[in-house]
């Protein structure tokens, strides 16, 4: 059974940091193409960043320059560092697995295996 489950949201004031983590199970991590989405009330979710198996990433044009996804294979984690967090990046943040993939995608299509979220609430 494929188990992601998401850690490490909280609220924060603008301008600080956070690091989701993403715990995988029944799926190695280091074959896959996984992912960050973000869904805030009213609005359709979207993909922040992802990652491949040969360490491509690709980041959502509001997310470059701050956030960082990484993964460490020997434990099977995903995480996602989010610095300089601004009052619109408040949403709930998934992560996502696919399988086997040479390029890194933000459409949420691409993905089969979802968390159940973790909140994230950044205050001006």
């Known amino acids: 059974q494929v188990r992601l489950v998401e850690s490490g949201g909280g609220s924060v004031q603008a301008g600080e940091s956070l690091r989701l983590s993403c715990a995988v199970s029944g799926v190695t991590l280091s074959f896959r193409r996984v992912g960050w989405f973000r869904q805030a009330p009213g609005k359709e979710r979207e993909g922040v960043a992802s990652i491949v198996s040969d360490g491509s990433t690709k980041y959502a044009d509001s997310v470059k320059g701050r956030f960082t996804i990484s993964k460490d294979n020997a434990k099977n984690i995903l995480y996602l560092q989010m610095n300089s967090l601004r009052p619109d990046d408040t949403a709930e943040y998934y992560c996502?697995?696919?399988?086997?993939?040479?390029?890194?995608?933000?459409?949420?299509?691409?993905?089969?295996?979802w968390g159940q979220g973790t909140q994230v609430t950044v205050s001006s």
């Open positions: 996502a697995a696919s399988g086997w993939s040479s390029a890194p995608s933000l459409d949420n299509s691409q993905y089969r295996y």
